[in-house]
């Protein structure tokens, strides 16, 4: 079982309490200023990274605070880097892998 | 190589089945080949087979980063059945259906395919109008799937708990009959027996680490872990970790890989006769012929490479079976597993072309692509050797993410299947 810290709620809690919710940071395109193509619409919904290794994941609280939070994850290993708020800047990866180290 | 029959077990019982051959080599690969096929599962080598045996085409390498049917070939719950919704679904499972019937005598190997029947049990209303719906819709495509009333279920399944008190009521079951299970080892070393008997090389724990193309975008080989191999076709057929792959040559799919995870129990004398599947609670029991219970439990919800998958889904598995069938209640479970399995957006295969001239793709098989082997294989083989789609594989294309034509039995089933 995945132990997942909650960035709002500050506690480190079973992965239970949690429910996963896709890749993060996937931008959506600007249709209301622009003519959107077939294959952005594509790249938008159903294209993900599926990276082996450092993931950048959206995970909600749904048996506690209910928020939505997100948080890199090697999916190798299946270990958080790094859990953030909604709110905060995308971390460098660069600076995770070092602090991990 | 040797023939199986009857004599040759015999001739081979009286020297303590001491000098059976090799059933194939271990090959080393060339410098280049017509086409390579990257993934040894039953799907790569199933290709490889059709490949050398229908379209003459035998300068053939298939390549694995590990064992052959090392991978999700080797470690799902083989259950075959083809009743799915939509009109090429259907066609597809129920090609490979066809072929299931006759693969042992084709292949002159025992791949114990079974066709016990799959029963599918129905807890709520929105479960049987949802049977229902996929029995018309079978009957309509000339597919086998009959309706059965919870006594009909129980006398076809003598250990299901029927009682009205169960926590998930049965209030009825789809049943194919022709649906059933195979021997999943069995069926990559037929079709890897077969393909190298006709020429075909089998590279073993030799991973592919990019797939490399010319200045006119062709593909030109791949890079492996044994230097670079060169290609005038590539075939990806390498499941989860067919995204990873795709990458190196530019292509990005809409895939997510996640653990799936099965158990199986103590092997027990005979005391299960089918395949029952429940979708609502997901879970799927079987008895395999050595006598132990396979049961398939459900994918985490974050996606992994890890081959492992949570426990907390295999407690969910077990308390499942336990309620549909308290006899099993104190059943000791041997042994899980985990595989990595690609999911498409609409829970349908990508199966054809790519964008990049000389690299086909097979993959999106998921949770349950192990009954569709024998039809993908046979289907990728013609469009690797034709470069055009079959008739079968032609909707499953990459191009329907980009024009909407999606084969969404995702939306059919809402489960894994
Ligand atoms: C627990 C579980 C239960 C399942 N139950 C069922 C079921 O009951 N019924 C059903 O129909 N389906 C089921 N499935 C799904 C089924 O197993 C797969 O869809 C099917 O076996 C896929 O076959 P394949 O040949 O495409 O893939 P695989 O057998 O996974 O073969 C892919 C191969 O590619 C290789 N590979 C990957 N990357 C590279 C690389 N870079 N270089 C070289 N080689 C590489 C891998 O090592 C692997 O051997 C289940 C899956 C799992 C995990
Ligand atoms: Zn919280």
Redesign the interface.
Known sequence: MLLIRCPYCQQTLPELEFTYAGQAHVARPDAANKQISDEEWRDFLFIRTNVKGPHYERWRHAHGCGRFFNAVRDTVSDRFLITYKVEDPRPELSDLLEKSE | MTHFSALSLLKNALTGHKNWDAQWPDSQPKAEYDVIIVGAGGHGLGAAYYLAKEHGITNVAVIDKGWLGGGNTGRNTTIIRSNYLYDESARLYDHALDLWDGLSQELNYNVMYSNRGVLMLAHNVHDVQSFKRHIHANRLNGVDNTWLTPQEAKEYCPPLDISASARFPVMGAALQRRAGTARHDAVAWGYARGASQRGVDIIQNCPVTAIRRGPDGRVTGVETARGFIGAKKVAVSAAG?T??VMDSAGV??????YPLQALVSEPVKPVFPCVVMSNTVHAYISQSDKGELVIGSGTD??????Q?G???LIEHTVAAICEIFPIFNRMRMLRKWGGIVDVT?DRSAILGKTPVPGLYVNCGWGTGGFKATPGAAHTLAWTVAKDEPHAINAPFTLER????RLIDEAAAAAVAH
Not at chain 2, 301 to 306: I, L
């Open positions: 970790h995204s990873v990005r799919m809409p895939l997510e890989s919800q974050y996606t992994s490479y890890s492992r949570g426990l907390p957006p993410f980009a024009t909407g």
